[in-house]
């Protein structure tokens, strides 16, 4: 007869053997390993939480120092690594296989242990796909999940911090899997609960909080004039003419350029309320001069940021916060209002070719998808209208039957035509695709697709691709902005003159701008001490900001 | 000086308000109503939980009750419009704008009422979009949830029935909103918590079960043969061709015969292992015989369904369970694994036009979308690789290089060429359209765009159209399936040879299928006691679904 209680049993038979290690739910700090020998067997599916800003690491160090005769060849299904310590696990043994989704300052060495077979990599995915599969085929058995802290119960407050916690703990929990959290402190009554007791197994008090970055401050002072000339082009030629409220802004100087821009020259533009109203995204500092200025309805965000936290409880609302007056960020739910909910996506990248394909791989660097392409894609599943969409929608396919024709998402690329390093932003062929080439991987890491992108902008000026009627002119388009690099000074001028006088490439000139005009006075804050002003002195930059 | 506390300050209000008619969070059944003059105002955005399944039908009735000079001109923000009073609080003035994502049983009336003016519509969703702009721009500043149970602290136990309601809540509690529960009853502990205490600010007990319906249950006495041969067609021609593992089935009678085949011809087909063992699926009944099978791993559900609750407990190897042993649903993430975690979609349609474009829609009916659309749209944010999807990218774009070749979701329309009341599945033009026209919408209610579908499938064959080169190819194929409608006859007989030469159209007996096999003893159920029978009594169908 089928056994179909084989996981509950499992289940249970790990949490008796935990129990004996625990006092009720918690467990000393240094009976962490101790629990997690009990308690894991060999070649679980494990999450360990580390999201794109919030790290369990005491877990992480406790998981590093198991004895591998009995925790072994795990698999990890975390969305981030980012702590060396997420890769020393592999190399000690205790896990062989990786599905993950951003890997950031340890892009580096992950490339190195994939060449070198350290890792079996399952895939790179968005967050949310990686999410995805939590329900469907890698549901994890334990969940290693931190928060900032726990009642005796084992309800849990996770402060701002949200992220991905709910996400996990829901796939876990409910597949008779075993949830772990670590916590900062036990609290006679948590804040608010992020999560609830019964879905959690035990609880490890750390004593003292858990690593954290800030991944979303982009200081002002670094922000070039080149970037601002960008902005600009972006604000007047893109947010304006499609009148985009609802948008999720990517990482990067480029962009915080234009968060600068909204009170100075946006105000200016006259489109105060008619742009950048409804946000998905993280508490940017770069967006605190647009909110005091009135521009901003609402934010929902897929974390925090560190020292915003002051400024996100006196402005509720603007900002998602609980009964306790904080954050609660959802980082699932936040992508999937960036996938449905919004009408443009625009971020910056390190490459770009011909097709408008662009990546932030390079060869020795393998960083992961994080978030971007669910929002820089075209989402085919919605149906609802607006007016940015449906216009974006009338570009790509004039001649289509209005009813029967379906909206675009605006995916815009923005960058300076030589990046770090002097590096140029376009390439005839991506990195991405070399790497596919070294590693066989069946799929190039491809961040964004030509295909999906509709607008790219550079100092010469904006390229959109919605209006580009077959590759040879997709590519012109893309040679027309691409200034003195190579791939820029292969173009067809006289395409490149034909593609200007149908729009197609429109230069600063044709929108009215001076780059001259580019100036950093016009920037709202020109330095981080500018946002804490801004902030009525409730933003706290962490130090490594601080230049006072 | 700004107000940055507004949102707070008026729920404040709005709580002091209610707290003068509840008991503590409690609020007895008689003054829900005044509960709701109390709590709610003029142009309130108010999310009355009307689920795919579950109702809250007290405090809609409450609702419909209100002093129309009090509360009147809502915003109405839910997935389903399912009961009358949905609809009669537009016609009492309570409401005036709807934005919604399915419709079923109020498809007629909610058309004559956008006809007649008396709904202003903002727009037609799937369920996860309408959750995303719950978190941008169409936040509730009410919500009207339902439960099983509540305790007196207000902590919530929704039983397997979880739907939309964690999304619900997040999205209006954390946002300043207020949160309002009908249970059937107060207990003194809950058997699981589904929604914490601070989240929810008053209880109604109702005193009595809030109405659900079995949507999913279809009656393997009503499966016909030539059903049951396009559920071989699709087994043979499409699961394991790709090798189709993960996956979601929509409604229907055509994909619960393939669910019926699985453990008869699946089996004679040495499939077992190979294809269906991870589902983002509700609990369909006529499953249960491939469940039992063990054909499938695992299944997480959008929702449950009455009368698979003894079941769902009795097989937790299978299903997603809480602490307490019932279902654990969720709408948002498992549309969420539908979009993103499986290769497939198959479901019936009541029209395809000879672009492939399907709609559900007649001009006398909207139905809305429901989760089709989401599940039923090639997901351009996906970069995790499986076989199925590589197959069908290489299909879809031969010659483009590898590492850049993207795969394609198989999104799959199977269904008779001559459906109800003998109406012609394949149309010249969609009714869809037509509506669109009268209605003045902008985009018309396309259920599946052409460009998304991969394969369609009738009792005359197979069409691929991820092989189509051209749009007049992609027409022929369509009408090479399309038997003997109007769509059908009117095929150019010598290029939908070469096509099926080419192997885009195949028929029955070019997969060695003989139509003459497809008998009603291939079910592995016949009836609904077949399905209790292969339950060993723990499936307990409605009253409805009783013939005995």
């Known amino acids: 007869m089928t056994n179909w209680q084989s996981a509950r049993q499992a289940r249970d038979a790990r949490l008796e053997a935990g129990a004996r290690i625990a006092n009720g739910k918690i467990v000393a700090v240094h009976d962490a390993t101790r629990l997690l020998e009990a308690v894991m067997r060999p070649g679980d599916k494990v999450c360990l939480e580390g999201d794109n800003q919030k790290q369990a690491d005491l877990l992480c160090a406790a998981l590093l120092a198991v004895d591998v005769s009995k925790v072994n060849s795990l698999h990890m299904v975390q969305s981030g690594v980012v702590l060396p310590e997420h890769l020393d696990v592999f190399d000690r043994g205790v896990a062989k296989k990786l599905d993950y989704a951003y890997s950031g300052p340890q892009a580096a060495r992950i490339a190195t242990m994939l060449f070198g077979g350290k890792i079996e990599l399952g895939a790179v995915h968005t967050y949310l796909e990686l999410f995805a599969r939590y329900f469907i085929d890698l549901t994890p058995n334990v969940a290693l999940i931190v928060a900032v802290s726990a009642d005796r119960d084992g309800n849990l407050y996770t402060g701002p911090n949200t992220e991905d916690t709910p996400t996990i703990v829901e796939a876990t929990a409910f597949k008779d899997g075993i949830v ?39 200081d002002p002072s670094a922000i070039t004039e080149t970037q601002i000339l960008t902005a600009m082009l972006a604000l007047k030629g893109v947010y304006a003419p499609y009148g985009v409220r609802r948008l999720n802004h990517g990482i990067g100087f480029s962009t915080a350029a234009i968060e600068l821009l909204l009170p100075t020259y946006g105000e200016r533009l006259g489109l105060k309320g008619k742009i950048a109203t409804h946000f998905a995204l993280n508490p940017h500092p770069a967006l605190i001069p647009a909110i005091e200025s009135g521009w901003v309805t609402q934010i929902h965000s897929f974390g925090s940021e560190v020292g915003m936290e002051d400024y996100i409880r006196a402005r509720p609302d603007v900002y998602f916060t609980g009964p306790d007056g904080s954050l609660r960020s959802h980082r699932a739910f936040c992508q999937v209002a960036g996938h449905y909910a919004c009408d443009m996506f625009i971020g910056s990248t390190l490459q770009i070719d ?39 929608g009338r570009e790509a396919n004039p001649d289509s039957p209005a009813p029967l024709r379906r909206g675009r998402k605006l995916v815009v690329q923005i960058g300076e035509t030589f990046g770090e390093k002097n590096a140029p932003l376009f390439v005839e062929k991506l990195d991405a695709i070399s790497l596919a080439e070294k590693l066989n991987l069946e799929l190039a890491p491809v961040m964004i697709y030509g295909d999906d992108v509709t607008h790219i902008i550079t100092e010469e000026g904006i390229a959109n691709l919605l209006l580009c009627r077959s590759p040879s002119e997709r590519e012109q388009a893309i040679r027309g902005v691409a200034g003195y690099t190579d791939v820029g000074r292969r173009r067809d001028k006289n395409e490149v003159q034909r593609l200007r006088e149908r729009g197609v490439i429109r230069r600063p000139e044709d929108l009215g701008i001076d780059p001259l005009d580019a100036d950093r006075n016009m920037l709202a804050a020109r330095s981080i001490k500018d946002l804490v002003r801004w902030s009525g002195g409730l933003y706290a930059p962490p130090s490594k900001f601080r230049s006072w």
Chains 1, 2 share one sequence.
């Open 354 to 392: 011909l097709q408008g394909n662009s990546s932030t791989v390079t060869t020795a660097r393998i960083a992961g998808f994080g978030g971007a392409p669910n929002m820089g894609a075209d989402a085919r599943g919605r149906r609802h209208p607006s007016e940015p969409w449906i216009l974006a």
């Open 180 to 218: 772990i959290a670590q916590v900062n402190e036990i609290v006679e009554r948590v804040p608010r609960v992020d999560i609830p007791a019964d879905r959690v197994h035990f609880v490890v008090e750390a004593g003292k909080p858990f690593f954290v970055e800030p991944l979303f401050t982009r």
